[in-house]
């Protein structure tokens, strides 16, 4: 793929919505089989840890868009829960948040097969209770589970640090990490095993840019991703590009210049702000319905930050939106910009094809049914 810089007479533009021409129709690429909840063919990811430790609230809040707050009625679960996210081609998986009290022996659940088709396990942590039974049940889980998939990729939130100072958030990630690889050294797994560490809290967008890190590492073609948004961060005089699933705020792809936590609140805090007008001035044909979002290919923004920054919000399809940060200088050839955009649109939709393709060579699609 190609990124070609066109020379365009500039000029200037405001904040808007749903001003820019539509360029190509797109399709959803989810069908009515997709929505189903038991769908144990998709890739799954394992929630775990011990019971208050806030693993519940975090899916909730992440992907089912419940406040922060209204999760401190979140009963524990006493049994594991199955929920499917299909947000969009690349956001596609099952989660099974297994109870405080889950031990390995239990017969209750089916472990093996589980684990078996598990990606990824993401082991929640208390940063606020006593940590030591914690990391117990941390080294049992991830050994056991080694054992069950190789493939596995450990992650670990350190989470509710929202109530602590940063020299605490330091010293307990730098207390869990060590302690935690202490135990794998003990028991001869140092070297096979890899953890990944978060500080998170659902009172703050850690939450959503920890679990971007966790489904970047799902995705198949990400490296394909992250190369597009290089091309058209340097062919455009952008300083940094995400692409976001716009339902949860993750972003699932963003170019290889590090991540600043600051620009990515920012990005974040834009999104909703699109989504909120969008609801107010563009609701759809049929308004109110979760399947007719007013996200859709009109929807498009851009602020002026008092500091000369620019952040540049296009839809990319129903669930995908690529927010740019970038300085107001380089913004004057905004043509240059969104050519080349349309160029990296395409390149996204033909990955969108191609894993369709690639999942219908393991399993074909099935006929429909009829009652």
Do not use: W
Not at 59 to 78: C, D, H, R
């Amino acid at each position: 793929m190609s990124f070609n810089r066109v020379e365009e007479e500039s000029f200037s533009t405001t904040f808007d919505i749903g001003s820019l021409p539509k360029h190509y129709e797109f399709n959803e690429f989810i069908s009515d089989e997709d929505t189903e909840s038991d769908r144990d063919d998709l890739p799954r990811l394992v929630l775990m840890g011990l019971r208050g430790s806030g693993k519940t609230s975090i899916q909730k809040v992440v992907f089912q868009k419940m406040s922060p707050n209204e999760t401190l009625f979140i009963g524990s679960n006493n049994s594991m829960l199955k929920d499917v996210v299909n947000n969009s081609a690349f956001v596609n998986f099952q989660i099974c948040d297994f109870p405080g009290h889950f031990d390995f022996t239990d017969s209750e659940y089916d472990v093996q097969s589980i684990l078996q088709g598990c990606q990824s396990l993401v082991f929640v942590i208390d940063a606020q209770d006593a940590i030591a039974s914690a990391l117990n049940r941390l080294h049992s889980v991830v050994t056991k589970a080694y054992k069950i998939n190789k493939n596995i990729k450990f992650e670990v939130f350190i989470h509710k640090v929202d109530g602590l100072t940063e020299d605490t958030k330091m010293e307990t990630q730098r207390e869990i990490h060590q302690r935690a690889n202490d135990d794998l050294v003990d028991s001869g797994d140092e070297q096979k095993i890899y953890i990944s560490f978060h500080l998170t809290s659902i009172y703050d967008h850690s939450i959503f840019e920890a679990f971007s890190r966790v489904v970047q590492k799902m995705i198949p073609h990400y490296a394909t991703l992250e190369n597009f948004l290089n091309i058209i961060i340097s062919t455009s005089g952008i300083e940094k590009a995400f692409l976001y699933d716009v339902k949860t705020k993750i972003y699932v792809a963003t170019d290889s210049s590090p991540v600043d936590i600051q620009s990515y609140e920012l990005c974040c805090d834009m999104i909703d702000v699109v989504i909120d007008l969008s609801n107010i001035y563009g609701l759809g044909e049929n308004p109110g319905l979760m399947n007719d979002p007013a996200f859709d290919d009109q929807s498009s923004s851009l602020i002026k930050l008092n500091n000369g920054t620019i952040l540049y919000l296009r839809e990319v399809c129903s669930f995908l939106a690529l927010v740019c940060i970038l300085r107001e200088d380089n913004f004057e050839k905004q043509r240059i910009i969104d050519y080349n955009f349309v160029i990296l649109r395409k390149g996204i939709h033909k990955l969108f094809e191609l894993k369709d393709k690639e999942k219908e060579s393991i399993e074909p699609r099935k006929p429909p049914s009829y009652k």
